[in-house]
């Protein structure tokens, strides 16, 4: 496991909605530096593009976690 995702595990699910929303923001911003030829670095939009989709997988397994199991399948 990578330094990041262990740092990620310690967060609560609103900690890590709240640092998914500033990350998308930043990637609005930086995607609109480098339509604008403004950027410096194009790797920084591939570098917060990874950080969402990061985000976003432990906010979902997280939820995943909460929800009780369920049978899927009816036993006759």
Do not use: C, G, W, Y
């Amino acid at each position: 496991m990578s330094k990041r995702t262990a740092d990620l595990k310690d967060l609560s699910i609103e900690e890590l909605q709240k640092r998914l929303v500033e990350a998308e923001e930043n990637l609005a911003h930086l995607r609109f530096q480098l339509a604008t030829s403004q950027l410096e670095s194009p790797i920084a939009v591939r570098t917060v593009r990874r950080s969402v989709a990061r985000l976003k997988t432990m906010i979902r397994i997280r939820i995943l976690a909460a929800r009780p199991i369920t049978e899927s399948v009816k036993e006759s």
